[in-house]
């Protein structure tokens, strides 16, 4: 990107997968905000999720970028196996707790076979926080220091305890 830049090479549109930083550092972030009022482009059109996420990127929460694609995650359940355990199915509208209060009803061993009531790659419940990794103006680790964090590592330490 450096050396595009260094020859007057601005592209309009980036991919920018591995974080602005490196945009930010070249000035090459540019709000989108103003521009969308302008060309009367209507935000509310768009996943407030995937806005959010976006804005969550840059400190001042500008729009500096459009979401290109949101994954959706959703809770898949085989009613035959809540029927075997005699537990009502999943409904709309779960909090993660009721979610591993569930699973945990599920995990057992039934007619010689071992059930686990939750399987998931472990961000799920970070990408619906909204949160960024790394501050986006300084590039420093959020870990220890974003509270959304906390939450999500309380979560999976609820997880971790039924999984075994």
């Known amino acids: 990107m450096q050396e595009l830049y260094a020859a007057d090479v601005v592209p309009d549109v980036l991919l920018a997968f591995t974080g602005q930083k490196p945009l930010e550092d070249l000035e090459m972030v540019y709000p989108l905000d103003e521009m969308l009022e302008a ?21 001042q929460g500008r729009l500096v970028g ?16 809540f029927d075997k355990f005699g537990v009502e199915y ?33 961000d799920a419940p970070l990408l619906q926080l909204s949160v960024t990794k790394t501050d986006p103006e300084s590039g420093d680790v959020l870990l220890t220091k974003e509270p959304k964090f906390t939450q999500y590592m309380e979560l999976m330490k609820n997880i971790m305890k039924f999984r075994g």
């Open 39 to 59: 060309y009367g482009f209507d935000i509310g059109t768009l996943d407030p999720a995937a806005v959010a996420e976006i804005r969550a990127r840059d400190a």
């Open 90 to 122: 999943p409904r709309d509208e779960m909090t993660w707790d009721e979610v591993l209060d569930l699973a945990k009803q599920m995990t057992a061993e039934r007619d010689g076979v071992k059930y686990r009531g939750l399987e998931f790659g472990v």
């Open 66 to 81: 459009m979401p290109q694609e949101m994954g959706y995650i959703g809770l898949y359940y085989n009613k035959e196996i």
